[in-house]
């Protein structure tokens, strides 16, 4: 955890992606452009953030409650929304549990929600015990798993308790990537690169999707968005503006084309924080209150640029210009105090997506 707060911009300058839970919606027709050459879908698709995560600094022992895990992921899969989504931090501000566990146990209340990762920071890991823990992950959920990936950063602890150097992460990162796909693929493979080596090695239990699960990746850095364009499924962003998001996604169409990659479709995600409240002063004091609390830093003006903050026509609107950038798939982190978040999660079901819809 971080000794001293610092402010919203320093953290934008050395964010990559950071993890959350989020949850697909069906797909809802929207008008928009078409992106000529970068395979993306028709429709929006909408996300949730929220399993077991605290929205404050622990004031004691935290045992968070199977009931209270239950009741999120039932009350999403009764929304109708499609996933259920956690992040991942060794160390972080606030209680924050391992992601593997906490969709395992999601994967047992609904068997129809998909689950994943936003983001899984594998470069704190070797790719061989990830390879196995997913591939099992993906065979106990029906292959109902999509694998969110990030490079982190923000948070130097991470890789001060995990022995990574902070600069190696998008290498090991990538490298990672190419070595989970191979022990995915259910054949014998090798492997001979800068962190890992291996030979004639064969991994039972390969994956329920065939070659593994979907990866989507996370940053905005150019390292990152080539990495998404040549490697990838899907790109997520967070802390951005609708204007900085098509910036990001025609950079990623111009890599894609010069990679030569051809796949069915690439899915265009972003993380938006959002609050749904009376007005916007209410809303937006709530959101800085709660970000500022997770992130350790005054969020006061991230808070007033990025967050979707206000009324369901405004948070709708602000969707609509996002869907306008390119983004296809949008992760609602509905912030504010933990003992809200249910609450929090019907009122936007009920009021913000019918404006959608219409």
């Keep these: 955890m971080r000794s001293t707060i610092c402010h919203a911009s320093e953290f934008m300058e050395f964010a990559a992606y950071r993890g959350s839970c989020f949850v697909n919606m069906q797909q809802i ?34 045992i968070p409650s ?25 160390a972080f501000s606030i209680p924050l549990l391992d992601p593997v566990v906490q969709l395992s146990q999601a994967a047992v209340f609904s068997n129809r929600l998909k689950i994943g990762t936003a983001v899984f920071l594998q470069p704190l890991r070797h790719p061989g015990p990830t390879a196995k ?10 292959g109902r798993f999509i694998f969110g990936l990030g490079v982190g950063g923000e948070f130097e602890s991470d890789f001060s308790v995990a022995g990574v150097p902070i600069a190696e992460r998008g290498s090991r990162l990538s490298e990672s990537i190419e070595v989970m796909r191979k022990l995915w693929s259910g054949q014998r493979v090798s492997h001979s ?15 329920a999707q065939h070659g593994g699960p979907p990866i989507w990746l996370g940053g905005r850095s150019d390292a990152a968005l080539r990495r998404a364009a040549q490697m990838a499924d899907g790109w997520m962003s967070y802390v951005v503006t609708p204007d900085m998001y098509r910036e990001s996604l025609d950079k990623i169409e111009v890599e894609y084309d010069r990679s030569g990659r051809a796949i069915e479709q690439f899915v265009s995600a972003h993380l938006l924080f959002t609050r749904l409240d009376k007005d916007y002063e209410t809303a937006l004091s709530a959101a800085v209150k709660s970000l500022s609390i997770r992130y350790s830093m005054d969020f006061q003006r991230a808070a007033e640029r990025y967050c979707a903050l206000s009324t369901a026509e405004q948070i709708a609107q602000n969707l609509q210009e996002f869907y306008e950038a390119g983004v296809r798939y949008v992760i609602l982190d509905l912030v504010g105090p933990y003992e809200e978040r249910l609450d929090h999660l019907a009122a936007c079901a009920d009021e913000v997506l019918p404006l959608i819809g219409k």
């Design 29 to 62: 027709d929207l008008e928009g452009e078409r992106w000529m050459t970068l395979p993306l879908a028709e429709g929006l698709t909408l996300g949730v953030q929220t399993i077991h995560r605290r929205t404050e600094p622990s004031t004691g022992r935290w």
């Design 66 to 90: 199977l009931e209270d895990a239950r009741d999120v992921v039932e009350l999403v899969d009764r929304l109708g929304f499609d996933s259920i989504w956690v992040g991942d931090h060794l």
């Design 133 to 142: 823990q997913i591939a099992t992950l993906d065979l106990l959920s029906n």
């Design 193 to 207: 690169g800068r962190y890992f080596q291996f030979e004639d090695i064969l991994m039972e239990s390969s994956p």
